[in-house]
Antibody, heavy 118, light 110 residues
Framework: EVQLVESGGGLVQPGRSLRLSCAAS????????MYWVRQAPGKGLEWVSG????????GYADSVKGRFTISRDNAKNSLYLQMNSLRAEDTALYYC???????????WGQGTLVTVSS | QSALTQPASVSGSPGQSITISCTGT?????????VSWYQQHPGKAPKLMIY???NRPSGVSNRFSGSKSGNTASLTISGLQAEDEADYYC??????????FGTGTKVTVL
């Protein structure tokens, strides 16, 4: 059974940093691209970032480019999101998502909540 | 990276069919067949319902179908059931090698 468990969320002040982690199990982690997708309270889904199986291809939404860094450790079956210079508009539930054929999102974690507020 | 445009809400009676549109540009929906649809019930994580414009993952009811014409993709739910009441989002790969979601549609079963 595929499991994706996010951690690292919490309350942080504007301008500070936070690192999210995602522990994956139930599939061959290094065979798949992985993604972070976020959802602000009461709002829609927003694609944040993605990373290919070997970290050779990485992409970011314009809204986070230059502030967020995605990475993975295939030996630890883990995905990460380093978030710097956080803003109030980054407040959201952050989902760790497994890819299907690179272009789709077939398994989602339950999310970790990030709240940016003073 | 503007969000794809979906109607805010669509409703129908049990047994009816409804269609949700998803309009993008030639840089996303119109340029690729990498369109997918997701169902999200309140407080739950999204679920993949359609990929490759019209393919259903294993376990998804054949009452759900997808199509595309030009820059607009569509999701049709036939034989509407109470359990179909949820939010639905489309998604597309883009020419910038990123992904974009739609604005979301709330489906109400009357």
């Amino acid at each position: 059974e595929v499991q994706l468990v996010e951690s690292g969320g919490g309350l942080v002040q504007p301008g500070r940093s936070l690192r999210l982690s995602c522990a994956a199990s139930g599939f061959t982690f290094d065979d798949y691209a992985m993604y972070w997708v976020r959802q602000a309270p009461g709002k829609g889904l927003e694609w944040v970032s993605g990373i290919s199986w070997n970290s050779g291809s990485i992409g970011y939404a314009d809204s986070v480019k230059g502030r967020f860094t995605i990475s993975r450790d295939n030996a630890k079956n883990s995905l990460y999101l380093q978030m710097n210079s956080l803003r109030a508009e980054d407040t959201a539930l952050y989902y760790c998502v497994k890819s299907l054929a690179y272009y789709y999102f077939d398994y989602w974690g339950q999310g970790t909540l990030v709240t940016v507020s003073s | 990276q503007s969000a794809l445009t979906q109607p805010a809400s669509v409703s129908g009676s049990p047994g009816q069919s409804i269609t949700i549109s998803c309009t993008g540009t030639s840089s996303d929906v119109g340029g690729y067949n990498y369109v997918s649809w997701y169902q999200q019930h309140p407080g739950k994580a999204p679920k993949l319902m359609i990929y490759d414009v019209s393919n259903r993952p294993s376990g998804v009811s054949n009452r759900f179908s997808g199509s595309k014409s030009g820059n607009t993709a569509s999701l049709t739910i036939s034989g509407l059931q109470a359990e179909d009441e949820a939010d639905y989002y489309c998604s597309s790969y883009t020419s910038s090698s990123t992904h974009v979601f739609g604005t979301g549609t709330k489906v109400t079963v009357l």
